[in-house]
Nanobody
Framework: QVQLVESGGGLVQAGGSLRLSCTTSTRTFGSYRMGWFRQAPGKERVFIAA????????YYADSVKGRFTISRDGTKNTVYLQMNSLKPDDTAVYYC?????????????????????WGQGTQVTVSS
């Protein structure tokens, strides 16, 4: 069982930045594809960003492309989501996800059902 723990959420003004972290319990972190999803109040959980097992491929939702950056640090078993130019619409609970299965397309990295392990989420609130 892989445990994921998110941190770094909080309250920020529009235009500000936050960096989310997701630390995993697995010793085979390097073999896991990692993703970030978010869920706004009253809405479905949606894909934000993903990174391949070796960091060689990344994939972003159009809504965050150019503002958010996903990265991973194998020495710390941690994946990050750097969020810049935040908007009130970015307000949501952000979830980290992991899966060891390979996918053959970038688009598949953004499919929620392709992730078996999930964190508890961290709240991000962007004020206007």
């Amino acid at each position: 069982q892989v445990q994921l723990v998110e941190s770094g959420g909080g309250l920020v003004q529009a235009g500000g930045s936050l960096r989310l972290s997701c630390t995993t319990s697995t010793r085979t972190f390097g073999s896991y594809r990692m993703g970030w999803f978010r869920q706004a109040p009253g809405k479905e959980r949606v894909f934000i960003a993903a990174i391949s097992w070796n960091g060689g491929s990344t994939y972003y939702a159009d809504s965050v492309k150019g503002r958010f950056t996903i990265s991973r640090d194998g020495t710390k078993n941690t994946v990050y989501l750097q969020m810049n130019s935040l908007k009130p619409d970015d307000t949501a609970v952000y979830y980290c996800a992991a899966d060891p299965r390979l996918v053959t397309t970038a688009q598949a990295m953004g499919v929620m059902s392709r992730y078996n392990y999930w964190g508890q989420g961290t709240q991000v609130t962007v004020s206007s």
